[in-house]
Nanobody, 123 residues
Framework: QVQVVESGGDLAHPGGSLRLSCAAS????????IGWFRQAPGKEREAVSC???????HYTDSVKGRFTISRDNAKNTLYLQMNSLKPEDTAEYYC?????????????????WGQGTQVTVSS
């Protein structure tokens, strides 16, 4: 049975940091590209970052230099270290597994995804 569970969302102050985790089971985690998405109320879901099975990373422009994606295949876990948080980072954050980062980001092609974790950035 496939399970994808995000955690780590919380309330943070502007300029603060959070680390999100995405724990997966039931599929060959190391063979997939894994991406982080976010969706704020009233807005479309957007791709935030992605890491390929060969550890190539991709970031949307608004988070470059502030967010770092990483994966631990031994633990079947994906991470998103978020620094210098801004109020506009407030959203529900989801992770999703797909065949490649271009497929995930551009074609929205993903096979497994979680239920999300809420990040709120506010003073």
């Amino acid at each position: 049975q496939v399970q994808v569970v995000e955690s780590g969302g919380d309330l943070a102050h502007p300029g603060g940091s959070l680390r999100l985790s995405c724990a997966a089971s039931g599929f060959a985690f190391d063979l997939y590209a894994i991406g982080w998405f976010r969706q704020a109320p009233g807005k479309e879901r957007e791709a935030v970052s992605c890491i390929s099975s060969s550890d190539s990373t991709h970031y949307t422009d608004s988070v470059k230099g502030r967010f770092t994606i990483s994966r631990d295949n031994a633990k079947n876990t994906l991470y998103l270290q978020m620094n210098s948080l801004k109020p506009e980072d407030t959203a529900e954050y989801y992770c999703a597994a797909g065949p490649s980062c271009p497929a995930i980001i551009v074609r929205k092609e993903y096979y497994y995804w979680g239920q999300g974790t809420q990040v709120t950035v506010s003073s």
